[in-house]
């Protein structure tokens, strides 16, 4: 028996640096796409695809978050005298969907670093992680996709995303070959090898890394065995490199769009994605782009 995917990971502890000023006094998870903190499209990928037990790893100043997932006895109040439903509901919904946890990183150590700090709440059970600055849009939802192949597998698995190789070096990019699957050989990949942020001679492919990963819990003990890597950080590139000793890992690579909402350029695309694909802005937002002068 396969173990079920019920645990999702999300490192939220850094300093937001790509988002200044913005992100001085406000965590960056909580910059709004349109009106959803970039958190929640995160949170809202993990419910749509059956995991409810949300892990959140914070630092200091990150308290909005907490709030966010909290209820807020005052503004339910205000809404139901002012008899507005439909916001009711919603704020309701963000506190009601999930069973959320917090565990604190002191120091921004690297991501490796953070993921380790869930491991107690985790426990031996296979488990998410969801970096919340890749939002993606997709129809089955990526998380989805990949709970798909662990429970096929039993093994762990990672987002991937062809890149051009100018902009290789910002991920972890990996060393693989193509995997028969669902009758197609142009998906799924077993992981020979990876590198986090190789430079573009280096990089053994175009695969890179996207933030959305299902691991299994022996990732603990082999991220406890990394040193320092890149930036003189604990890496979870480096953990998954290490857990390839004794476990296979296989990449796979989604079905839908990856906006990187941690950068500025493309936190503006999937806003205005976004935007246009809703149904009580799209239109209006639509008509107001198409008359802008180019
Ligand atoms: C992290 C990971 C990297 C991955 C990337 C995806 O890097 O370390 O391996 O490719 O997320 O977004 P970061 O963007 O946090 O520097």
Redesign the pocket.
Known sequence: MIAKVRKAVFPAA?LGTRFLPATKAMPKEMLPLVDKPLIQYGVEECIHSGVQNIIIVTGRGKSAIEDHFDVSFELENLLATRNKKELLQQVRDISGMIDVSYVRQKEALG?GHAVLRAKELVGKEPFAVI?S??VIDSEVPCLRQLIDVYEFYGASVVALMEVPKEFIS????VDAEPVDHNGSKNRLYRIRNMV??PKPEDAPSNL????RYVLTPEVFTSIEAVEPGKGGEI???DGLKHLLRSRPVYGYKFEGTRF?A?DKLGFLKATVEFALKRHDLGNEFREYLRHLKL
């Open positions: 850094g991501l970096l600055d890749d910002a991920y972890g990019v986090e942020k890179a890394i996207i933030g890496q979870l590139t990187d941690g």
